[in-house]
């Protein structure tokens, strides 16, 4: 699974680094990913902070 921030979305509120801070960090402005390649055994955890978040910025595919 990849997994992208959209930063025209993104308002910092750091629940994805809180959630997931093996793949997302908090950029100066907004959320950035550091693992765009989700490793199996944490995607689940990365689903759950997309559907969480309240920007909907964090994409997956």
Do not use: R, Y
């Not at 750091?14 to 990913?33: H, I, N, R, W, Y």
């Not at 559907?51 to 997956?60: G, H, K, R, T, V």
Request: hydrophobic share 50%; net charge negative.
């Amino acid at each position: 699974m990849k997994v992208k921030i959209d930063a025209d979305l993104c308002t910092a509120c750091g629940l994805c680094t809180d959630s997931v801070p093996q793949v997302f960090k908090m950029g100066k402005d907004v959320a950035e990913v550091i693992a765009a390649d989700v490793p199996a055994n944490i995607e689940g955890a990365v689903k759950d902070a997309a559907s969480d978040c309240p920007a909907e910025a964090i994409l997956f595919s």
